[in-house]
């Protein structure tokens, strides 16, 4: 999803589709968009991700330390 000039909170990119059999994401770069708010905790819940791009957004807030249980996070 990455430079669909996407807009609003990140919440909705993780209720798609298109997840890994496990029903994971393995890669997700939602960067160059226009997302604000914060970094929302349902990220974390993923139980394997590889990387996880959200620069060139405007998000605020904190980064939930949470995503630190995502064991191969990039």
């Known amino acids: 999803l990455h430079s669909n000039h996407l807009t609003g ?3 909705a990119a993780f209720s798609m589709k298109g997840r890994s059999p496990e029903g994971n994401f393995d890669i997700v770069d939602l960067s160059h968009n ?3 708010g914060s970094i929302p905790l349902n ?3 993923q139980k394997s991700m590889d990387q996880l791009v959200l620069s060139h957004n405007s ?3 904190a980064i939930p330390s949470s995503l ?3 064991q191969r996070l990039t």
């Open 43 to 45: 990220v974390s819940q």
């Open 68 to 70: 630190g249980t995502i």
């Open 34 to 36: 226009k997302f604000t």
């Open 59 to 61: 998000l605020n807030g």
């Open 9 to 11: 909170p990140i919440t």
